[in-house]
T-cell receptor
């Protein structure tokens, strides 16, 4: 357990509504990531952060935004949820200054857009 | 453009035998490779890694082999145990990239 908490763990929402997922860490690590897991695609990076207010896009960032106003919290927002965003979302942290070490993942949030 | 590929979606192995999971990559800049294991309803957990300066890394029953010329890595599990049944992801990173690129995953089933 790397001190990562994702909330909520499950959510069902309607198409067109905004949704925010939260990732909270207790270990004060600099790097935080949001991935989505889909069958046939594995884990794909949505956005990542390398410090407070410092974020960058991953490979599937369209339709998503992030914010990091505190070291411990990394929020992922679906601005207007679509059915293609039904997925399992994982937050991860990297314990050192680079990713040349293992990243640790949260338990995941299962999001269903109906 | 899938930079990291796991071409076998599933693999079934008898308990006690060797499990071999394969991964190919296309980006020659990748210099660090990792394997993760994932059980249902849990997050992925780190298993083993290898730097591009090595061609083999062992940790107990798990060994990762790296063939840079072929852009190929493999994970060997010997002997396979029922608790090894899970989805396995390989991942890679390039210098300074600050992020991991994952493959599609392989579901390993160990049969008693």
């Amino acid at each position: 357990d790397a001190g990562i908490t994702q909330s909520p763990r499950h959510k069902v929402t309607e198409t067109g509504t905004p949704v925010t997922l939260r990732c909270h860490q207790t270990e004060n690590h600099r790097y935080m990531y949001w991935y989505r897991q889909d069958p046939g695609h594995g884990l794909r990076l949505i956005h990542y952060s390398y410090g407070v207010k410092d974020t960058d896009k991953g490979e599937v960032s369209d339709g998503y935004s992030v914010s990091r106003s505190k070291t411990e919290d990394f929020l992922l927002t679906l601005e207007s949820a679509t059915s293609s965003q039904t997925s399992v979302y994982f937050c991860a942290i990297s314990r050192t200054g680079t990713v040349n070490t293992e990243a640790f993942f949260g338990q995941g949030t299962r999001l269903t857009v109906v | 453009d899938q930079q990291v590929k796991q071409n076998s979606p599933s693999l079934s192995v008898q308990e006690g035998r060797i499990s071999i999971l394969n991964c190919d990559y296309t980006n020659s800049m990748f210099d660090y490779f990792l394997w993760y294991k994932k059980y249902p309803a849990e997050g992925p957990t780190f298993l083993i890694s290898i730097s591009s300066i090595k061609d083999k890394n062992e940790d107990g029953r798990f060994t990762v082999f790296l063939n840079k010329s072929a852009k190929h890595l493999s994970l060997h599990i010997v002997p396979s145990q029922p608790g090894d049944s899970a989805v396995y992801f390989c991942a890679a990173s390039a210098p300074g990239a600050q992020k991991l690129v994952f493959g599609q995953g392989t579901r390993l089933t160990i049969n008693p």
